[in-house]
């Protein structure tokens, strides 16, 4: 199909200082969870985005110097001789695809905590260590030396970056490391020519910027990633006035906002294009580039930030992710074809936790180079042969399609008269409507192909899944929650857990009501308990939230969901009890007991709803098991259980799941590769 010529402003190229973008697709910096550790995952994983049609590909910060060090995370590295030899595998394979490459050079500040070096950071002042583990250490104020040994840091990082081939080199002065603290009155109490007035606390920004110019100078183009306030009236660090001081210096401008709850924010809480007034600002004060992102997945929204001047390119970072060919299929009329983001921030959530990044969306994520996955390209079928799988939510979707898409011949039964098992489900909870993305891509892909049929309101049991004579059958039937409190906190269900008003997670995502005050118990700490906590409360329920975690949704501080979730629940009046475990439900009591203490206490109620573990749906591989000597007899050659019927966990994994059963369906042998250093 040809490209509609609504969109062909999106791809015309646009000069940043030396330099030519092909398109308007800009790939901004993004952490990856690969980094120094995993050049050859790195390189690999940048260059399908280029093959993909960003015009710009950028690495995630690099890392300048010892004394900015982020371990146990691995971002990427620009600090000797040995680290330009890794980014320029990175760099190489941009240039492959006719990309320009883009390095974010860094210096974390009081950010870093420097476990790994062991050296002491620098900063505006002495301030306390503001890395992810708080550590108790702090950072060391600079005196004028220092000053002028950090700003050959960076000229020494920009001739790397050259070295390693690089065609766009950032200066990195936002998210409150080094230089943005120097811009921020609150940090900034120097009384030296770097404090007190804004000049002066732009100088340091502005001899850098000019610095790297200065090194670069007619082969690369110097950008500057820069935060804005996300209410302009609202600018206590004088952010703006700050920028009109340094509007006109670089050749291109990477706008975000200073809230990154908001500018990382998930679908829950921030949607499309939710700080566009920022950057609006931005390019009413500069004659240069302006890129920025706002979680653009739509082409039609892409379309209109250009054409209204909002921005010069359009930025991303996770729909990037979610779909590295979200450009190309723009180009070749493929709207249908992109894998729109569905904002969970499972792919920050992975970075965060220091392994590489995942996505929900795009099982191929990270896989390019150790598996050898491409996102829009797999293997033909290894032999003309049928295959059978039951159940249709996230895993066994994804294996039919990677499985049409292979050419076998597939039959898809699902016991619903809907399709997407839990997905469905959950995506009717408060903010969580994006999720249903997961299934509907999936299932639009499916109406498309002749060889997958699907039959939904079809509870195969084992007798009838042999009769089928599939050659290969695949089990994806999800899991259900547990109403017995057994989870992290207890593995012995709580006492009168067997009461009618105790209602499970599967009743009320299936609409079974309840009256009155509810106490919901969480021991799930992600998203599933604060969604059904709003739910009940925007129904007039009275809402208590105990949890035997010292904080309420803990693992949500890994999606960057925590605090905006603390805050929906505070401003709906759910009261929120912390540090507690569920030991009894007597009629209308729930007891439980402290979990350093052990000192009783109890909650009267009129409706229990515990959230544990889940169990999974297991009995017809249980069956299955059983009956694998007749499976020869019928020319049954593979037998397997993926997702939650096999180990409940995260959409993403289930996802996952079926794509690798389907990718590895009729291969003998599987070869992953292990990462290495190159020096």
């Known amino acids: 199909m040809a490209r509609d010529p609504r969109y062909d402003v999106l791809f015309e190229p646009l000069q940043i200082g030396p330099v030519t973008a092909p398109n308007r697709f800009y790939q901004v910096p993004h952490c990856t969870g690969m980094g120094y550790h995993r050049p050859q995952m790195l390189a690999a994983m940048r260059g399908i985005k280029a093959e993909g049609g960003w015009g710009v590909v950028c690495t995630e910060y690099c890392s300048i110097h010892a004394s900015s060090d982020e371990s146990p995370y691995p971002s990427a590295s620009l600090r000797d001789d040995d680290d330009v030899s890794n980014m ?21 500040g009081r950010s870093s905590a420097n476990l790994d070096s062991r050296e002491v950071s620098l900063d505006v002042a002495s301030l306390p260590n503001a890395a992810t583990l708080g550590i108790p250490i702090q950072s ?25 081939g690089f065609d766009i080199v950032y200066v ?13 009155p609150y940090y900034n109490q120097r009384r030296d020519e770097y404090g007190g007035s804004v000049e002066n606390r732009v100088r340091l920004l502005r001899e850098v910027i000019e610095d790297v110019s200065e090194i670069v100078a007619e082969r690369c183009a110097v950008a500057v990633r820069y935060s804005m306030p996300i209410q302009l009236d609202d600018d206590p660090q004088g952010l703006i006035e700050c920028f009109q001081q340094i509007a006109e210096l670089p050749d291109l401008w990477d706008i975000t906002v200073n809230d990154y709850q908001y500018e990382m924010g998930s679908s829950r809480f921030v949607k499309e294009t939710a700080y566009q007034a920022a950057v609006v600002k931005v390019r009413s004060m500069t004659t240069k580039p302006v890129v920025s992102v706002g979680r653009f997945t739509s082409p039609d929204t892409m379309l209109s930030q250009i054409a209204n001047g909002t921005q010069d390119f359009i930025g991303a970072a996770r729909p990037s992710i979610a779909d590295p060919f979200l450009p190309q299929k723009i ?71 990677a499985l049409g898409q292979r050419g076998y011949e597939v039959i898809l039964a699902e016991a619903e008269q809907e399709l997407g098992g839990r997905i469905t489900l959950e995506s009717r909870l408060p903010g969580m409507i994006e999720y249903a993305r997961v299934r509907d891509w999936r299932q639009g892909q499916l109406a498309r192909m002749a060889n997958v049929q699907i039959y939904p309101e079809n509870r195969l049991d084992v007798d009838a899944i042999l009769e089928l004579e599939s050659q290969h059958i695949i089990l994806a039937t999800g899991a259900r929650w547990r109403s017995d409190g057994v989870g992290r906190w207890s593995n012995h269900a709580f006492n009168g857990c067997e009461k009618d008003n ?8 299936k609409g079974v009501e309840a009256e009155g005050h509810v106490v919901i118990y969480d021991d799930d700490h992600y998203y599933h308990g604060s969604t059904i906590a709003l739910k009940l409360s925007a129904s007039g329920l009275k809402v208590t939230m105990v949890t035997p975690e010292t904080a309420l949704c803990a693992w949500t501080r890994h999606t960057e969901e925590q605090s905006l979730t603390m805050r929906a ?3 709906a009046g759910i009261e929120i009890i912390t540090a507690r475990g569920l030991t009894a439900w007597e009629g209308g009591t729930a007891r439980f007991e402290c979990i350093f203490s052990g000192r009783e206490t109890e909650i009267v109620a009129d409706y229990l709803i515990p959230i544990s573990a889940r169990i999974p749906r297991d009995e017809l591989w249980v069956e299955l098991e059983s009956r694998r000597d007749s499976f020869e007899s019928r020319g049954i050659l593979s037998l397997q259980q993926i997702g939650d019927c096999r180990a409940p966990g995260i959409i993403a994994a289930a996802v996952y799941a079926g794509h690798k059963a389907a990718r590895e369906l009729g291969q003998n042998e599987i070869s992953v590769k292990r990462d290495r250093v190159v020096v």
């Open 140 to 164: 060391q104020a600079m005196s004028q030396a220092d000053i002028h040994n950090f700003r050959n840091m960076y000229r020494d990082a920009a001739r790397r970056a050259m070295a390693a």
């Open 502 to 509: 105790v209602i499970g997670v599967d009743q009320v995502l």
């Open 331 to 401: 180009d070749q009329g493929r709207i249908e074809d992109i894998r729109e983001c569905i904002g969970c921030n499972i792919c920050y959530a992975h970075d965060s936790l220091g392994v590489p990044i995942r996505c929900t969306q795009n099982p191929t994520m990270g896989e390019e180079w150790r598996r050898g996955w491409h996102p829009d390209r797999i293997e033909p079928r290894h032999a003309d042969e049928s295959v059978l799988i039951v159940g249709a939510g996230a895993a066994g979707l994804e294996a039919a399609c």
């Open 88 to 108: 320029r595998l990175m760099t190489e394979a941009v240039h492959a695809q006719g990309a320009l490459a883009g390095v974010e050079l860094w210096y974390g």
């Open 172 to 184: 990195y002065a936002n998210h409150e490391y080094l230089l943005h603290n120097f811009l921020n």
């Open 569 to 571: 629940l505070i401003e």
